[in-house]
């Protein structure tokens, strides 16, 4: 039976005559495609869609108020909903014992500079392939800032006994430019909708390398940061259709690292994207192709783990 946050805009019979089905179009263009969506979004967000008026935006908003009411839930419920939660592999079983995998229902922060990030993104794209505790394995969005080569997935494929053709198809791939990133969050809004439970994982490679060249200097700091709020808070929302938000981010020189700090690089998008990712990995790099990789989780202590990069991707590292 289909929750009511989940049912479709159209489900809702205030919005049923002729002239709000065009509106009801209006908001699936822009990823809104739940009455759970509307809710999420605010009354100026629903203002700036072209075609919609304050008028409309508050007949929308009442009609999804009658279908949802907001309030509380005890944690038992909610604990409830969790049970759904899967983990995706990362192809090394020591990196994995750090929580199991990469969670769904949540944001996924890797940071590093020549740590196998990439590595790490193509080795998860095997999230299509059945896994523990009842995973049935799913497709992969995977939204490219850096000019990766898809083409790895073949070797990673070869690893996994799997057919090449079959786990290219299986990953949709898109090349973002500048702020049509955020365009295309709004596709994958709507693909998570419309084929629910198919996809299992969202991979941004990486988040912010494109905000380094449309804004650049302290002057655009602050436009900066609200932009990647709301860009971090839509991936939120669509981490809310149980799947896992994988992102990965760019490293910079710290000026106010002091002379004896054994790393004087931390990774940029400052705070608001340290609290909007649920769990961070810090990745550095050890003795060949060794790495190391210290997670930060609000569930679980700080912790180490080893893995190594190979011709199949992430694998277990070799003492």
Known sequence: MKVVEDQVVEDDTCLQDDENVADIKKLKSVGICTVKGIQMTTRKALCNIKGLSEAKVEKIKEAA????????????????????????????QEFKLLGGGIESMAIT??????????????????????GEDGYSGGKVIFI??????????????????????????NVLYARAYTEH?????????????EEGG??????????????????SGRGEL?????????????????????????????????PGAGMFQADPKKPIGGHILAHASTTRISLRKGRGEMRIAKIFDPDMPENEATFAISGGGVTDAKE
Request: proline share 1%; aromatic share 10%; glycine share 4%.
């Open 109 to 130: 922060e890797a940071f590093g500079f020549r740590t196998g990030k990439t590595q790490l993104s193509h080795t998860l794209c095997t999230a299509q392939l059945p």
């Open 144 to 169: 490219d800032t850096e000019h990766t080569r898809p083409d790895r997935l073949r070797d990673i494929a070869d690893r996994f006994n799997v057919d090449h053709d079959a786990v290219l198809d």
């Open 222 to 254: 602050a436009e900066r940061q609200q932009k990647l709020a709301q860009m971090l808070s839509r991936l939120q929302k669509i981490s809310e259709y149980n799947v896992a938000v994988f992102i990965t981010n760019q490293m910079t020189a710290d």
């Open 198 to 215: 198919v996809f299992k994982l969202l991979i941004i490679d990486s988040i912010m390398a494109l905000f380094r060249v449309d804004f």
């Open 65 to 92: 108020g009658k279908m949802l009411s907001v309030g509380f839930q005890t944690a038992f419920e909610y604990s409830a909903k969790r049970k759904h939660v899967f983990h995706i592999t990362t192809g090394s």
């Open 181 to 193: 990133q955020m365009e295309l969050l709004d596709f994958v809004a709507a693909k998570f909708h």
